[in-house]
Each structure stands twice: as structure tokens, then as C-alpha cells.
């Protein structure tokens, strides 16, 4: 239940990382800016905000979502996840390892839609893999040290890879 204050605010719950937070926001506000400039969470990038680049990609409910298009007073006991909630991810090792890093801007976005590729399609094939990659965009590194983490962590059963449902916090 969102509790107003008298102005044009409104104080909503955000389940974020497994932890939630009241914040004030805008009808207006999106995801994004909330993630970014209410609560610190910086590792979702800003970049087109049209919804084509990726930057900006979070999950929410376990699916990846692209927090430039979301309001944030649509994801409102959902459970959300960025960046900052997937440091143990081993998708996040294997982009170092595979050198799927170039000027990193895109990083983020990508990790995060390789950890819900893994999770929600752990035997995916080529065909499901290159359509999943599309959601996202990298002008550096040309894809294919992306598709090389992708492959060293499919079908490996990899049990460190879970499934991001993380319980909502009272
Ligand atoms: S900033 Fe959201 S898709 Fe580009
Ligand atoms: S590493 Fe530079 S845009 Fe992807």
C-alpha cells in the first residue's frame, strides 16, 4: 500500500537484493532513476532509456528487465535484483576470465541477462542463446568472448548458478 505524504510523492516498499526499502518517488519515476539516484544502486547504466541497449538491465521476479521502462511504482512487491545482488554469481568471474570486458559499460546489463539466461535455460542452444543476446547491446567487444561465457557455464551443471527468486524481506 503506498502511503502519500501531501505532495506530489509517494512512499513506496521496493524489494531490492533481497532487502526492502521504503522510498519516495514520483508517478513518473522510472526503475531506473530510483535504483540509480534514490538508493545508490549504480550498476545499472543509463544509456538509451528507449529500452534498445540493454545498460540497464535488472531482474524482476527472476526475468530480466530493462529498468529504463519499468515505473517504480509497477514493481511494487516484486523482487528485484541487480548487479550489486549477483557478486557471487560465477557469471560475473567467467566475463573476466573470458576477457568479455572491454570499456564495460555494457557489463552490467549483460551479466545480469547471462545469469537469467543460465538460470531460466540452463541446456540452451545456439538458437536461444543468440535470440536472448539480442536484448542487449556491446559496441566493443563484438560478442563473441560473451558467447564464450555463456558456453563455459552452460550444461556444466553448474549448482552455483540459482535460480535469483530471492525472498522478500518483512
Ligand atoms: S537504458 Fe534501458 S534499454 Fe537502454
Ligand atoms: S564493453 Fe564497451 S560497450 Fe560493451
Known amino acids: 500500500m503506498n502511503r502519500h ?37 549504480t550498476g545499472a547504466k543509463r544509456s538509451c532509456e528507449n529500452g534498445d541497449c540493454g545498460a540497464c538491465t535488472v531482474l524482476v521476479n527472476g526475468e530480466p528487465s530493462h529498468s529504463c521502462l519499468s515505473l517504480a511504482v509497477e514493481v ?54 543468440e535470440e536472448w543476446l539480442q536484448s542487449n547491446i556491446c559496441r566493443c567487444t563484438g560478442y563473441q568472448e560473451i558467447k564464450e561465457v555463456i558456453h563455459s557455464l552452460l550444461g556444466s551443471n553448474n549448482h552455483s548458478i540459482k535460480k535469483t527468486h530471492p525472498g522478500l524481506s518483512k
Open 5 to 41: 505524504n501531501g505532495t506530489s510523492k509517494a512512499f513506496i516498499h521496493l524489494h531490492v537484493n533481497g532487502e526492502t526499502k521504503e522510498v519516495g518517488v514520483r508517478n513518473a519515476d522510472t526503475l531506473l532513476s530510483t535504483l540509480r539516484e534514490k538508493l545508490g544502486l
Open 76 to 129: 511494487v512487491n516484486l523482487p528485484i535484483t541487480t548487479i550489486e545482488g549477483l557478486l557471487d554469481s560465477p557469471v560475473r568471474e567467467a566475463f573476466v576470465d573470458k576477457w568479455a570486458i572491454q570499456c564495460g559499460f555494457c557489463t552490467p546489463g549483460f551479466i545480469v541477462n547471462c545469469h537469467a539466461l543460465l538460470t531460466n535455460h540452463p541446456d540452451a542452444n545456439e538458437e536461444i542463446v
